[in-house]
């Protein structure tokens, strides 16, 4: 972890000094000296990078070993889904209440998709798909539309996305370069009308959790953290 970054979150999210702690260690004090036992906490806390992804048209924003983030947020809810919410709207994504969802990731996600579809289908939301991607969902019993790639013709996913049909993008895809640049046309587009997208199956497992607590969340602020941590 770069400690720049991430020392002064563990420090919020834990309240406790621990760059002050380290330089005092360093400096001949004993960590004996510093409570630093575990204590009980009330609360999860989620980081979240803020990538500046809009501000250049076209670019892919698929996620590779370069660092790209321009800043990072902290979500703070009591349980990780809240959490994970919180920092997603923190990082400036909009989450969709209602709409089409599509979907479109790699043979070895497909189980998880699965679960993701259910999951939105009963929060209301409507699925579309490609097509071996839509035909693991309806084998497992969830209603879902197919749409072209666009490789095979119109109409496809990037004309849905123009249209602004489609309120959310799931789009993992294998490691390899013909596969990248096979989807890359939906990325793009998909950020071109702002759309929110996740480019791994991780993430948006994470953010459809969070989307359950999407009517029902509260503020807690960092005097009220560090209050329950004291406890």
């Known amino acids: 972890p770069r400690a720049s970054r991430t020392v002064p979150f563990v420090a919020k999210a834990l309240g406790r000094p621990y760059a002050k702690i ?3 260690v360093m400096a001949g004090e004993s960590l004996s000296a510093f409570e630093l036992a575990p204590k009980g906490r009330g609360h999860i806390s989620v980081k979240e990078a803020v990538f500046p992804f809009i501000k250049f048209p076209g670019v892919d924003t698929i996620l590779g070993p370069e660092m790209k983030s321009t800043g990072e947020v902290m979500g703070v809810g009591k349980n990780f889904g809240e959490a994970f919410l ?10 969709p209440a209602s709409g089409k ?3 479109t990731v790699k043979d070895s996600d ?4 699965i679960k993701i579809a259910r999951q939105l289908k009963e ?4 699925l579309v798909a490609t097509r071996g991607t839509a035909k693991a969902i309806s084998d497992a019993g969830i209603t879902c539309d197919t749409i072209n790639k666009v490789t095979e013709g119109r109409p496809h996913i990037v004309d849905m996305l123009k249209n602004n049909e489609i309120v959310m993008v799931i789009n993992t895809v294998e490691e390899r370069r013909n596969a990248i640049a096979d989807s890359r046309a939906i990325r793009t587009s998909s950020l071109a009308a702002r759309v929110t997208t996740f480019t791994t199956i991780a993430g948006a497992e994470a953010v459809v959790e969070g989307m359950r607590y999407i009517d029902t969340l509260g503020i807690i602020s960092l005097q009220e953290m560090h209050a329950m941590l004291a406890a």
């Open 22 to 24: 380290a330089a005092r």
């Open 110 to 113: 497909k189980p998880t998709a």
């Open 86 to 95: 919180k920092a997603q709207i923190g990082a400036g994504e909009k989450l």
């Open 123 to 126: 929060m209301g939301f409507e």
């Open 101 to 103: 969802v599509f979907l």
